[in-house]
């Protein structure tokens, strides 16, 4: 984004806004006052992790991150069985640390996590503190159920010869939080994302939202989209993932008008699709345009350059986002 403003000079209004599906850099997408708090990471060790204490019209709200505290850049594993045993109790470290703050509710970003263990770790530390100490939103990256938790277990350094490992941690978290909750997490949608998190902090009174959705309500978007001539936003690559909730995706179906997507790569069926589902789009992948190399190095300065371009041409007029 500031690439694009340094580029663009005083030739184009501009109204920047990152924005987070509830993954890495949820944070980023929201102001409020930066904090740090205690909280263990994937493999029990204590660390600091970042967080924010954002003033709104309804409230003081404590906003925290997985991918901050227990995500896959916080950690790394050494082997499948280090990553098996990877720990979500950071997660309720965070939490009720930032509770111990004054705030009036919690908002969390769910996505990016290191953790596959169905969120057991985050429940046992917070049934063991008397549950959610207030209302908590749990935004998530992907609608995935709970035993999808599975499907992510190899990003996360699991062996593939250990995903039944994972399929039988998942089995006994569910049966745990249906015999102490009376609840079936399994049938609920989100519950799934970040190793199973949602689910947990859900069995547990937690509400599951979009993690797009809960951004998008913060910081405007809508209202402010609508007064945009054309709205520009971009990610790594563009595949299915991209129209499944991610920013991408929720974008092309929240606003109208022209859309200019530019990422590092683009799939080319889900290209097709996007532009399908919308009308006035234009999907540029910077690799198609100067290669892998070239593309990684210089991602932030291409994208600028890519972006100005096309506000020049005389198609789009404004970009915002």
């Not at 708090?37 to 309804?58: K, M, N, Q, W």
């Not at 499907?151 to 039988?168: E, I, R």
């Not at 532009?275 to 290669?291: C, F, M, P, T, Y």
Request: a negative charge; one cysteine or more.
């Amino acid at each position: 984004m500031d690439a694009v403003v340094h580029r663009a000079g005083d030739e184009f209004e501009i109204d920047g806004q990152p924005l987070s599906d509830g993954g890495e850099g949820f944070l980023d997408a929201f102001n409020g006052a930066p904090v740090t708090v205690a909280a263990r990471d994937p493999s029990g060790t204590h660390r600091l992790a970042p967080g924010l204490v954002v003033e709104s019209d309804d409230g003081t709200i404590g906003v925290l991150s997985v991918a901050t505290i227990v995500g896959r850049d916080v950690w790394q594993p050494a082997s499948s069985d280090e990553a098996l045993r990877a720990s979500s109790a950071g997660v309720a470290d965070a939490i009720l640390a930032v509770a111990a703050l004054g705030v009036d509710r919690i908002v969390l970003g769910a996505g990016g996590s290191a953790t596959t263990d169905g969120g057991r770790g985050a429940f046992d530390v917070l049934a063991a503190a008397g549950g959610l100490p207030l209302p908590v939103t749990v935004a998530t990256d992907v609608r995935a159920r709970f035993h999808s938790a599975r499907d992510y277990a190899s990003q996360k350094g699991v062996a593939t010869g250990d995903l039944p490992l994972v399929d039988g941690m998942l089995a006994d978290a569910a049966t745990l939080y249906r015999h102490t909750k009376n609840v079936d997490v399994t049938a609920v949608d989100r519950s799934g994302a970040a190793g199973g998190i949602p689910g947990a902090l859900w069995a547990l009174g937690a509400r599951l939202e979009a993690g797009f959705e809960v951004v998008a309500r913060q910081t405007q978007v809508r209202q402010r989209a609508q007064r945009a001539d054309v709205i520009v936003t971009g990610e790594g690559r563009c595949d299915w993932g991209s129209l499944d909730g991610k920013v991408v995706g929720a974008l092309a179906s929240l606003t109208t008008g022209p859309l200019l997507v530019v990422c590092g790569s683009v799939d080319t069926y889900s290209a097709q699709r996007l532009k399908e589902q919308r009308r006035e789009v234009e999907v540029i992948s910077l690799e198609d345009r100067v290669g892998p190399a070239e593309s990684r190095a210089r991602a932030a300065a291409l994208f600028a350059d890519v972006v100005v371009e096309r506000l020049r041409d005389g198609r789009f007029f404004v970009t915002d986002l």
